[in-house]
């Protein structure tokens, strides 16, 4: 051991992957991702309650899109192990986030489909899934929910996917 190396040993936890290959996951990288990912559902919610607000009648989209097929079918379903012998089976893996709908006049809805991205970026499977869904007039329109902080409060920035790509360009 040098001068000024610290003694330190780093905790791994081992994990079976899809292929029964093992995995080893830094203990402090698991605790930073549950972090995140309770942020981000704390944000969705957000963002619902929001569109609610507004006007939106808001329902989560159980649905995906396979780019090869060309096909919508039902997202998968995950369990999330969150004891020894406990868990919860979650449907909310599809794309994008929710479905809104909202009466423009008698008997004509105007049907959206938004994505929730804490940093407002989609990746690129998540564009071609959204020209797709635009192309093939499945929503009128996508947008992209993004957090937004103003001193100690949070704010929701929506913007429509189309303005997003262009500005891509």
Not at 62 to 71: A, I, R
Not at 115 to 137: A, D, F, P, Q, T
């Amino acid at each position: 051991m040098e001068f000024g190396e610290e003694n330190k040993e780093v905790e791994y936890k081992a994990s079976l992957g899809e292929n029964g290959n093992v995995i080893l996951k830094k203990k402090s990288k698991i605790k930073s991702g549950s972090k995140s990912r309770s942020g981000g559902s704390q944000f969705e919610l957000r963002v619902r309650k929001d569109l609610e607000a507004k006007g939106w009648i808001v329902d989560k989209w159980s649905n995906n899109l396979d780019l090869d097929e060309n096909k919508i079918h039902p997202a998968k379903r995950r369990f999330a192990r969150f004891n020894k012998n406990m868990g919860v089976m979650t449907i909310g893996t599809g794309f994008p986030d929710f479905i809104a709908f909202q009466l423009m006049e008698k008997g004509r809805y105007k049907i959206i489909g938004v994505e929730v991205k804490m940093n407002g970026i989609l990746s690129k499977i998540e564009k071609e899934k959204c020209c797709w869904y635009l192309r093939n007039n499945i929503f009128s329109e996508i947008l992209i929910a993004k957090k937004i902080k103003e001193k100690n409060r949070v704010r929701v920035e929506y913007k429509s996917f189309l303005k997003v790509s262009e500005n891509e360009k």
